[in-house]
């Protein structure tokens, strides 16, 4: 089985240069699953419905939405209530009972199931949100007697050491856990010994002349001023960079990683 993820849809050059790359890489590797995050793709902000219906038409399977979820929450609140989003938010929010949206996402495909969990770091982040290892192991225990295929984690995060924890605690217990925030695809993809594999970040699919997705003359000031007072534009540079990771797995084990890096012109 392989699954096929990208990351960081960032604005309208990542959401058309998606659009341009994802047939071709489908028809190359031909995956089962198809697994995206959108956190800023509407705007360097949290998806709307209108991109989400527009991303789910791509063959996506899941979108997961990190700490961004509710930037734009008026337009995409209805989307996250419905049975058949294909939009998750974070697992590890506090007063889970009265958040719209599901924190995971379990999918069928020709008899094989995949389970897509959503986690957010207590460190360094915007949102107060309860300990992510306590919780995945809460949520793993709800589908012990279930049978699931394969089960990947997307852990966002800032610092290294809370992923590689994270993957020593679920190592064979889960085929894939990941972790994405610094905005740079890493070279420390790593299978452990039960077969779980790791990557520190898989990047984003972004305009390649800008920073994290933004116009450089837009962010000039708050790097020689230090003050965060400019509005931030979008990049509209045509050349982009979309980064992927390609996972095969057998038996619930990661047995082989693809790292993908495309760069292009709209």
Known sequence: MKILIFWDVFWRIGRRALEKELPILKNKFNPDFIVANVENATSGRGI??????????????????????????????????????????????????????????????????????????????????????????EILSKFENEKIDWIVIDFHKEVTSEGYWMAHLLDSKVSFVFWTHTHIQTNDELIFPGGTWLISDVWMSWPLFSVIGADFNSVKNRFLTGINKWKIEQCLDKNYVVNWVCIEIEDMKCVNIEKIRIRGSL
């Open 48 to 137: 709307i419905e209108k991109h989400a219906l527009e991303l789910g038409d791509l063959w996506i399977d899941i979108m997961t939405s990190w700490d961004h979820v509710f930037d734009n929450f008026v337009k995409i609140k209805e989307y996250l209530e419905e049975e058949d989003s294909k939009l998750i938010r974070v697992a590890n929010f506090y007063d889970d009972e009265n958040l719209e949206g599901k924190w995971y996402k379990l999918i069928e495909k020709n008899g094989k199931k995949l389970l897509v969990v959503h986690l957010l770091s207590e460190t360094f982040m915007n949102h107060k949100v309860y300990n992510p290892f306590l919780k995945i192991q």
